[in-house]
């Protein structure tokens, strides 16, 4: 049920411990609310293609990480264009794009298992009262529902579009909505099953 982003390497990316990539990976989205320039943005860009191509990821890996986001995206355009211009609406979505791009960078990189334990080190130096261990899990689960998620989409997409009802966004929506709730609760059960709560 709940797929792996995982894509195998051998890239320094690919060994450089996980919390190192999450800090990175903040910094970079910081930067790109700092600057609304059109220069910053193709420059952060072309660093993520770099990234990518260092990486060893192909084009389709980040077009599959920005396709279910297309209709978010295409709303908070919407939404800016009719309180600001389209200048500024292509900014906003252009950031979020690169952001996802990145955040992708890092899921795609990193094992699930390395990727808790980057967490869980970086929580250490919270307080003793903060539950690193549920946070840590919570994330985990929240990684790894985005492929599931995202299968669901395909599935409801093509049933629908059989029927002829692939443009109506509802019949889209109820259904996937309804299909990741059952999935959460299955996943819910699995857990108490386990004494997850225990953690």
């Avoid at 929580?123 to 985990?140: D, G």
């Avoid at 997409?157 to 299909?179: C, S, W």
Wanted: glycine share 4%.
């Amino acid at each position: 049920m709940l797929s792996e982003l995982y894509v195998p390497g051998d890239s320094f990316l690919h060994r450089m411990p996980p919390q190192y990539m999450l800090l990175a990976l903040a910094a970079f989205c910081t930067l790109l609310f700092l600057f609304s320039d059109w220069g910053v943005l193709a420059a952060a860009g072309l660093l993520v293609l770099v990234v990518y191509r260092v990486a060893g990821l192909r084009l389709h890996h980040a077009v599959t990480s920005v396709r279910p986001a297309f209709w978010v995206l295409a709303f908070i355009f919407a939404a800016h264009v009719l309180t600001t211009d389209i200048s500024q609406a292509a900014i906003v979505v252009v950031r979020f794009v690169l952001m996802i791009l990145a955040a992708s960078v890092v899921t795609l990189t990193t094992r699930t298992s390395e990727f808790v334990g980057g967490i869980e080190a970086m929580l250490n130096y919270a307080p003793a009262c903060v539950p690193t261990k549920r946070i840590a899990l919570a994330i985990t689960l929240t990684i790894r529902f985005i492929p599931s998620v995202r299968v669901i989409f395909t599935e409801v997409r093509m049933a629908q579009k059989t029927r002829g009802l692939d443009r109506n966004l509802t019949a889209t929506l109820v259904p996937l909505v309804v299909r990741t709730l059952r999935m959460a609760d299955q996943v819910s059960e699995a857990l108490e099953a386990r004494s997850a709560g225990k953690l």
